[in-house]
């Protein structure tokens, strides 16, 4: 299909009906949507989640804990993955003071292990080790797709919906002239 017949819709022609330049316009309003909302809301997404990341690298330190309790495996939490579960463990804030809590552990271990766990610039624990700076790229982006996709697929939809009910109009119109015209051409075949 070569330019001049994708831009027909905006030539002035006695053919061109007001549902197809409507049409044109909402072809470029969604394009418009598309492209400048969904790419503003994917850099904003993605700049996001890259702060939030850094942030977590930033404050988020190891720190050797003592588990309490036997961590059996298959015994899951309620947000355990990858086989971990959750673990009561102790260990001590930066400030010195001892604290004691909940966390995912690799199953298997026995009262008294030494584990790695993740806590803040507070002492409070954190869920998990923070996520690294290559996979905080890949997720970032991977939200910012998304963020994009959220805001095209609503704006596509609207965007098929109403060509659709233009075809609609237009086809009615169609028949109704040729109610008109039809008669005047003769006998009919079929």
Do not use: C, N, Y
């Amino acid at each position: 299909m070569s330019s001049g017949e994708r831009l027909w819709r905006w030539r002035s022609s006695p053919l061109r009906r007001r549902e197809d330049l409507i049409e044109a316009w909402i072809i470029v309003a969604v394009w418009l949507v598309v492209v400048v909302f969904g790419g503003v809301a994917a850099l904003v997404t993605d700049l996001g989640a890259e702060h939030e990341f850094a942030g977590q690298r930033a404050h988020r330190h190891p720190v050797s804990a003592v588990l309490l309790t036997d961590a059996r495996p298959g015994v899951t939490g309620d947000w355990s993955t990858g086989g971990r579960v959750s673990g009561s463990v102790r260990w001590k804030a930066p400030d010195g003071s001892v604290h004691t809590g909940h966390t995912p552990v690799d199953g298997g271990l026995r009262a008294g292990a030494r584990v790695t766990v993740w806590q803040d610039d507070r002492g409070r624990l954190g869920p998990s080790q923070p996520t690294g700076r290559a996979e905080g790229h890949v997720e970032a982006a991977l939200f910012g797709a998304a963020a994009a996709l959220a805001v095209a697929a609503p704006a596509l939809g609207a965007g098929a919906l109403a060509r659709a009910r233009l075809d609609r109009r237009r086809l009615a119109r169609w028949d109704g002239e040729w109610e008109l015209v039809g008669p005047r051409w003769g006998h009919r075949t079929g």
